[in-house]
């Protein structure tokens, strides 16, 4: 089997943590670096780089054309619709969903309750979402684009580029990173929404592969499947796009789900809505009614 993905230090490591549990059930693989636009052009915001796909579509091309057998993309990164000869055969168990701001010592402040950062702070992302929701939270910030790897955009920060960046905390877990000498506040998701998927690794396939099913029994986790479909039907109903200013956490407690969403709007104003019942299917609809958007606006 040959797994794909990109060449980053995070994408190799969950490309590795995917083909150890796929041996440890018999199967072998070997591993094959794929770049893609995301990571070619790194002068540009990612919103001005295409609605979907930046970090997928040159990984899924090599699914169709048979290049290679698996694709390990972070469910974040992918669109919300597939080409037809491809499907998610699993999502993996969840890392801690949360966002994490990562601070120089000399601007760590206990200004804001919601974010420790000093007043009017630079606070590093290229995440439109995060963009939207750190300056409805704190108007006095100043947003500056940050692109590159986990380990670049940290050394940028050591660097004094800014004062504060924003990172996944699943990206900082998973490679164990060296944050000495910094502050990092981990957000709570209920308070400042993820990215629909975020934590999760969605493991996609050809659909006629011989292997599928086997990789789905290795590798899905039903929970995490379960509640990162309910934040990603969000997505749909609004095109889907990492240019959208969208957040979703979706999460159980007993027979209950509850989804939480944050929409961010310089006209209309920034919106947060919550919701939560029995039956998860009927969420979504009812979450996007309260958030009051016009999904054809905002395509």
Known sequence: MRIGARGSDLAQF??????????????????IVIKTLGDRVQDKPLHELGAQGVF???????????KIDIAVHSFKDMAIVQPKSLAIAA??????????????????????????VKQDAVVGTSAVRRKEQLLALRPDL??????????TRIQKLRDGNYDAIMLASAGINRLQLDLSGLSVQRLDPL?????????????EMRIDHPQFEFVHNVLNDD???????????????????????LGAYARS??????????????????????????????????????????SESVR
């Open 14 to 31: 969950q490309a590795r943590w995917v083909q150890d549990r796929l041996q440890l059930a018999g199967l072998e693989s070997t591993l």
């Open 56 to 66: 997928t579509r040159e990984i899924e091309n090599e699914l169709i054309e048979r």
């Open 91 to 116: 999502i993996t168990g969840r890392e801690d969903p949360a966002d994490v701001l990562v601070i120089k010592p000399n601007s760590y402040s206990q200004y804001s309750d919601h974010l420790m």
């Open 142 to 151: 100043r947003i500056i684009d940050l692109r590159g790897n986990v380990p």
């Open 191 to 203: 308070m400042f929404i993820p990215s629909p998927g975020q934590g999760s690794l969605a493991i």
């Open 223 to 245: 929970n995490a499947a379960t509640a990162t479909k309910l934040e990603r039907e969000i997505l749909a109903k609004l095109g889907g796009g990492c240019s959208l200013p």
């Open 253 to 294: 407690s007993g027979k209950k789900w509850q989804i939480r969403a944050f929409f961010g709007g310089a006209v209309s104003g920034s919106k947060w809505a919550e919701v939560e019942g029995e039956f998860p299917s009927m969420l979504p609809g009812r979450l996007f009614g309260k958030l009051g958007i016009n």
